[in-house]
């Protein structure tokens, strides 16, 4: 049973930085791409950034601007976004997702094969 389980959310300041988690389990990491989207209230989901285990490559959106980095611990079957200098337009549930690789490349809602749960990224002005 895939199991994709986030935290690390919480309240920040603008400009502040706050590391999230998604604890992984259940798949095999080398079908998969995993990575990040979020939803602000009222907003669709949209990608924030994924990575793939097998080869190290990275995908961000241009939304982070440079301020966020994923990065994953295998032993620990741990991915993480690190974020800095946040923005009040980042308040939004973040979710881990996987995506089959046999389905292509293509960092997409519509895409993605499982889902966490969620933490919630509250930034305040």
């Known amino acids: 049973e895939v199991q994709l389980v986030e935290s690390g959310g919480g309240l920040v300041q603008v400009g502040g930085s706050l590391r999230l988690s998604c604890a992984a389990s259940?798949?095999?990491?080398?079908?998969?791409?995993i990575g990040w989207f979020r939803q602000a209230p009222g907003k669709e989901r949209e990608p924030v950034s994924c990575?793939?285990?097998?080869?190290?490559?990275?995908f961000q959106a241009s939304l982070v601007k440079g301020r966020f980095t994923i990065s994953s611990d295998i032993t620990k079957n741990t991915v993480y976004l690190q974020m800095a200098r946040l923005e009040s337009e980042d308040t939004a549930v973040y979710y881990c997702?996987?995506?089959?690789?046999?389905?292509?490349?293509?960092?997409?809602?519509?895409?993605?094969?499982?889902w966490g749960k969620g933490t919630l990224v509250t930034v305040s002005s």
């Open positions: 990575l793939s285990t097998r080869d190290g490559s990275k």
């Open positions: 259940g798949f095999n990491f080398d079908d998969y791409y």
């Open positions: 997702a996987i995506k089959s690789r046999a389905r292509g490349w293509g960092w997409v809602s519509a895409g993605v094969d499982y």
